[in-house]
């Protein structure tokens, strides 16, 4: 008799276990996707933040009668798409296009003396710069958050659970 309660004993303790590292990698798995989530709006503010930016030289090339005002349009609109997109592909891919279209728009902008010479295009410049910066930082902290996540669903035993919830991988924020 003594030994069924020995085998009882052990199987709820394995059961216990099991459970217990269940919670433990559900919490570290969703936790990880709610960080990635709230990294990918900062990222959005950032972005929203540049443009705000991008308007003011857009104002200013206008202001001036300078070349350019066009291009800053054009990244403007680059911008919004790449805030608008709700996949993480999709999105990789809108800021890759805004990054060119604004450096393109600082380069127009670069390139004129009368622009270079204004007291209110240095600020704006270093403000985007500033911005550019901290874009750059999200990405890299999204992209972090992303690699430990695949990690865990890839790697056991966190793989198991992962497998059991549904859980895949992530996309990367790739930065070009």
Excluded: C, W
């Excluded at 269940?22 to 996707?33: A, D, F, H, P, S």
């Amino acid at each position: 008799m003594p030994n069924i309660y020995f085998f009882f004993g052990g199987v709820f303790g394995f059961s216990l276990v099991l459970g217990l590292l269940g919670v433990y990698y559900y919490n570290k798995m969703t936790g990880l996707k709610v960080k990635m989530e709230e990294s990918l709006k900062t990222i959005d503010v950032l972005v929203d933040r540049r443009q705000g930016q991008l308007e003011q030289v857009s104002n200013l090339l206008s202001k001036l009668g300078a070349d350019g005002i066009e291009n800053a349009k054009v990244a403007v609109a680059d911008g919004q798409r790449a805030i608008a997109e709700t996949t993480v592909p999709g999105k990789a891919k809108g800021l890759e296009m805004a990054d060119r279209s604004l450096h393109a728009v600082l380069a127009i902008a670069d390139a004129q003396p009368n622009i270079l010479k204004n007291p209110e295009y240095d600020p704006l410049q270093r403000g985007i710069e500033k911005t550019n910066i901290e874009i750059d930082g999200s990405r890299r902290y999204y992209n972090a958050l992303v690699r430990d996540y695949n990690l865990l669903v890839q790697r056991l035993p966190s793989a198991l659970y992962a497998l059991l919830l549904r859980l895949q991988k992530a996309d990367y924020l790739e930065q070009k």
